[in-house]
């Protein structure tokens, strides 16, 4: 293909991308699981909230202050997390093909290209690398507004989605801690309007 015919067919695909945002829909932000399993503890047995406020307006929820990390895990733990995507159709939780696993997650925690680096990690403003798994750690958040934008190429249904987010520990011996930590966060998804100067 000459250059011409490949700049052409990246502009094509371009305009067909259309920009999507998520945002964060209720000022909770953090809820807990339903039907846990024995164990299974919600964003309180992660960290102490009580420096962190959330806020909601017509921009979103903005988020900002400090959480002090209290689970009962090892530093040396290595920290699994999986999360996966629903969709709300029509009163039901349904799966969607979207999820996430990262088998090290304290490798990848402060990675520029992840997406939790975006949503949380990255707007943290103390100099500290610790991982989830060093209890008494404070991190402090810059004040921000939860929500993405992504790009997608095909189109997406919008409405209510959830992601369910489970971190578990495994000790050096690679046997699973007694405690894991679940949470889900809800989130619109709309199709971002691009204004029009013209009607
Ligand atoms: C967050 O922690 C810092 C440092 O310990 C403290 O100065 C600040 O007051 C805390 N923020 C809130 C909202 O409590």
Known sequence: MDLKVFLLAVLAISASAEKYELMVADEEVFHSCPDPEPGTLDIFGLADLSELSTTMDADGVTLTGNATLRWDVQPEDRIEMSAKLLYMDRGTWTPTV????????????????????????????NDVKNCINVAGTKYIHEKYVLSL???????VTEGRYKANIVFRAYDSSGDLRPTRICVEVQGDLSKVRRSKPFH
């Open 149 to 155: 934008t992504a790009t997608a190429m095909g189109p």
């Open 98 to 125: 979207f999820s996430l696993l990262s088998k090290d997650f304290c490798k990848v925690m402060y990675d520029k290209n992840q997406l939790w680096y975006k949503y949380w990690t990255g707007h943290i403003i």
